[in-house]
């Protein structure tokens, strides 16, 4: 009775080694951390959220702008921001969109002098009207164009993390480029960007990480311009998912 009960105790252990030995290896795999971490920023099918940016230029004084921000999830990925306050920038519009197996496709409209913009190009690495965020930063960095590699892991608040080292291809406008991925959630908790000089140019961090429609949401997500001691952040509230956007929401101007 002992042999058999010490037998199906092996048995029992085997089997959770069995399923747990390829999760653990998948986890640490450079492919599956990537794919997670483009899954956690954009669950379900679409989102809608209020969001505000709050502008610092370095002495203190703070900027603040409202709207409306829309994004639907797919190989088709979209995604709106509406301007409502100030009234200088109301009607401001910023959309973007990534076809499956394309690059970002960016447009700004602006309403003072009624034109739109076509962002391409290195011009993606442009600041978005002043603010510590480019238009890659606000869209979708091209995972598939960079070399990635797992470093040693880290933590952050006390959060473990898989830390993983990107570089890009040549000609794009950060030379390196380090998340640090929660382990439980793959939000990049931390990105840090550096120039082609190694010099560390920017850092972005997710703050007040909520559980919202069950989904892990960053609510804060703050830019700083390390040399030149700017930042830019934005809030997000109301925020909701799987609302069913209609396709009218991502109309271009």
């Not at 502008?55 to 829309?70: A, K, M, P, Q, T």
């Not at 164009?145 to 608040?157: C, S």
């Amino acid at each position: 009775m002992k042999t058999q009960a010490l037998r199906r105790r092996l048995a029992a252990a085997g089997a959770v080694a069995f399923v747990l030995v390829p999760a653990l290896g998948r986890a640490a795999d450079v492919n599956d951390v990537l794919a997670r971490m483009r899954q956690a920023l954009e669950p379900g099918k679409d989102m809608r959220a209020d969001f505000t940016f709050v502008i610092n230029n370095g002495r203190g004084e703070d900027v603040r702008w409202s709207g409306r921000l829309y994004r639907q999830s797919g190989s088709n990925v979209r995604t709106r921001l509406v301007f409502d306050t100030p009234l200088d920038m109301r009607g401001t519009e910023l959309t973007l969109r990534r076809r499956a197996g394309e690059t970002t496709e960016a447009r700004v409209y602006l309403p003072a002098i009624r034109r739109v913009r076509d962002v391409t190009g290195n011009t993606r690495g442009e600041s978005f009207l002043g603010t510590d965020f480019n238009y890659e930063d606000l869209g979708f960095q091209h995972l598939d164009y960079q070399q990635h590699a797992l470093r040693e892991d880290g933590k952050i608040a006390d959060r473990p993390c898989y830390v993983l080292e990107s570089i890009p291809d040549q000609g794009w406008w950060y030379g390196k480029i380090v998340r640090w991925i929660d382990k439980k959630t793959y939000l990049p908790l931390r990105t840090e960007y550096y120039d082609r000089s190694g010099v560390q140019w920017k850092v972005r961090t997710f703050e007040h990480v909520k559980t919202v429609d069950s989904f892990p949401t960053a609510t804060t997500i703050t830019m700083d311009t390390v040399p030149l001691h700017t930042a830019t952040r934005i809030e997000l509230s109301n925020v909701d998912y799987n609302v069913g956007l209609s396709d009218d929401v991502f109309r271009e101007p």
